[in-house]
């Protein structure tokens, strides 16, 4: 079977990892790990059930106003490695003019925060929280070479809680709902897609913290020749709204917790993507640098004179493989006799 790697990838390209630490009535940050559609599109390939496996490597520091000499230490070190499983369903059926799929990813973390110089050795490692697309709707764009893929993805709190709070490790009491919006161009040889996807958190089951919403954005710019795939990527992610701490969060901490957590982020990060096409598996690997990072909580600083504020900046290398696990039997095709 010959797998077209862009199409296959436009479901496949979905991971999840918290790499923002917070206090521990927040829990973490983004869900899904920023740049995670990177190397996706708006396709989707022929119908059969596939599977996928990523690994991730994220190394950063902290950066902020929260931090010591005004957010210049660089020696609060992050450290992330993640192992994703993901299963992508496409049976074949059509609504709307659209290709229906469904995805189930399952990715596995190991988080380490530290600074001895400052107390801080934090060590986290567990499953994550399952994510679940009940549905995605790819749209091919007449005969352009353009496609609109749109979809609702949902984070449930089945990882690995430990705690009082069930926030020691890296499951998070509460559930995420990311819808998606991805176009795509296609043709020649070309995936020029932009993929946005936003986050939406519930309340916190335990402390009734809620976080704000978090916008992400990824881009991706590759052309193929042959069965090798090369070309420039980029992410956005930021923090959109403020937290939320309703009376009862209050109760539980005694003060608005709001305070003691960024309100607003936002980072940038560009890189390369490399990809090869085996016919039975596709692979890509790519990699980003966080160019800029900036958080900030203006309330906190009117309040308090100080802002408590950090985010984490760093290096992502990222990899793919993805391959077919099951396809629908071919017609038989009737013979043909000669005299």
Known sequence: M???????LGAAGIAALAVSPASANEGFGPQTKAGAFIGASAGVPPPGI?????????QANLVGP?????????????????????????????????????????????????NPALGIN??????????????????????????????????????????VNKLGNVGAPYYTFQPEAILSYLGNGYNLTAAVYEEFNTQNQVTHYTSGNILHA?????????????????????????DSCPISCVAVYGGNQTLANYSRTDVWA?????????????????????????????????????DPSTVSQGTTVFA????????????????????
């Open 2 to 8: 010959n797998m077209n790697y862009k199409m296959l």
């Open 50 to 58: 596939y599977m996928f496996n990523q690994v991730f490597t994220y």
């Open 66 to 114: 929260g931090l010591p000499n005004g957010g210049t230490n660089p020696h609060v070190g992050l450290h992330a490695n993640v192992d994703v499983q993901g299963f992508l369903f496409v049976p074949g059926w059509t609504f709307l003019g659209a290709t229906y799929d469904a995805v189930i990813v399952q990715p596995f973390v190991d988080l380490a925060v530290s």
């Open 122 to 163: 934090t060590l986290q490692s567990g499953m994550f929280n399952t994510y679940l697309v009940p549905g995605e709707l790819s749209w091919k764009l007449g005969t352009s070479g353009f496609a609109f893929k749109t979809g609702l993805g949902i984070y449930v709190p089945s990882g690995t809680e430990t705690g």
């Open 218 to 242: 990824d881009f991706t710019a590759t052309k193929t020749f042959g069965k090798w795939t090369i070309g420039p990527v980029a992410y956005y992610v930021g923090q959109q709204t403020n």
């Open 270 to 306: 560009v890189g390369a993507l490399l990809g090869y096409d085996f016919g039975p598996a596709a692979v890509s690997i790519w990699a980003t640098q966080e160019v800029s990072a900036k958080a900030s909580n203006s309330a906190a600083l009117a309040a308090a004179g100080a």
């Open 320 to 339: 793919t493989l993805s391959y077919r696990i099951w396809a629908p039997e071919e017609p038989v095709k009737p013979a043909m006799f000669h005299k």
